[in-house]
């Protein structure tokens, strides 16, 4: 049973509304008119033992996964037994997600008193303090790179999977690829980070692990992804587009398989360090 059966969740409340297609017009001498789908997203506040911690806007889906990656991953806990209970409000375009942690985890986190304002497009608004954005992170125990054939015609059964961003275009996506080759799980959201968040939570609620395969994500690489990948212990992560140079610098030095796949060439690994560290 995964230790996350020890956490009380009442019903998640209904966060996905009904979703209207939006009117267009083209911008051209014909003027066509049209509808598309979009992207949800609403403002999600997230309270630590009543004590407000951050607002952020996230797609409504998923929300308990995403309450719980973003708590491993940005070191609010250090374990998924420090989460005693979840429960989640919505209303209107706000969502509200009160959660109990244990005293430990709390007292830690009056220590840094910081207050998070976070958006779609940068985990690491609000970050008051360069220690905080660098933190000290263990490193991972070394693992072997996935079977090259693991990554073969990646792209194209990532868009088989990406439900919500078909019909609106707007969605990243995080994914986990099992130890057969076979993508496990797909998680969605605005934010990049935010996606990287649901799965890993995702992933802890299951009780499986992220080093028993490797986790893609649709998004550039920046550090934040590291970070959150070293926390949420990932083996091998997995980025469709061109990583920063510090995130691979921090890749190697934390030991976490870091590998660039490319549209029309041959994955590209960054770490380990080729010929050996």
């Known amino acids: 049973?995964?230790?996350?059966?020890?956490?009380?969740?009442?019903?998640?409340?209904?966060?996905?509304?009904?979703?209207?297609?939006?009117?267009?017009?083209?911008?051209?001498?014909?003027?066509?008119?049209?509808?598309?789908?979009?992207?949800?997203?609403?403002?999600?506040?997230?309270?630590?033992?009543?004590?407000?911690?951050?607002?952020?806007?996230?797609?409504?889906?998923?929300?308990?996964?995403?309450?719980?990656?973003?708590?491993?991953?940005?070191?609010?806990?250090?374990?998924?037994?420090?989460?005693y209970d979840i429960r989640l409000r919505r209303s209107g375009d706000t969502l509200n997600a009160e959660v109990q942690i244990a005293n430990r985890a709390f007292w830690a986190l009056k220590q840094q008193r910081r207050q998070l304002a976070g958006t779609s497009g940068c985990g690491l608004c609000g970050v008051a303090a360069l220690e905080q954005a660098l933190p000290q992170l263990r490193p991972l125990p070394a693992s072997p790179l996935p079977p090259a054939e693991h990554l073969h015609d990646l792209r194209t059964r990532i868009a088989g999977v990406q439900s919500l961003a078909r019909p609106s275009g707007a969605l990243h996506a995080a994914l986990f690829v099992d130890a057969d080759g076979a993508i496990g799980l797909c998680r969605e959201d605005i934010g990049r980070h935010n996606a990287l968040d649901k799965l890993i939570g995702a992933l802890r609620q299951q009780g499986r692990s992220a080093r028993q395969g490797f986790v893609v994500v649709t998004s550039r690489c920046s550090l934040e992804l590291i970070h959150k990948a070293v926390r949420g212990e990932v083996a091998t992560l997995v980025s469709l587009s061109a990583p920063t140079s510090l995130s691979v610098r921090w890749a190697r030095e934390h030991r976490l398989n870091l590998i660039h796949l490319p549209h029309h060439s041959a994955p590209r690994v960054y770490s380990p360090l080729p010929g050996g560290e």
């Open 1 to 83: 049973m995964s230790r996350c059966a020890a956490i009380s969740v009442p019903s998640e409340p209904p966060t996905s509304q009904a979703q209207d297609a939006y009117a267009y017009v083209e911008l051209d001498g014909a003027a066509q008119c049209g509808s598309a789908m979009l992207a949800e997203e609403c403002a999600l506040a997230i309270a630590y033992n009543g004590v407000a911690h951050a607002v952020m806007m996230v797609s409504p889906t998923a929300v308990e996964d995403f309450v719980i990656g973003f708590s491993l991953s940005s070191g609010v806990v250090d374990s998924v037994g420090e989460i």
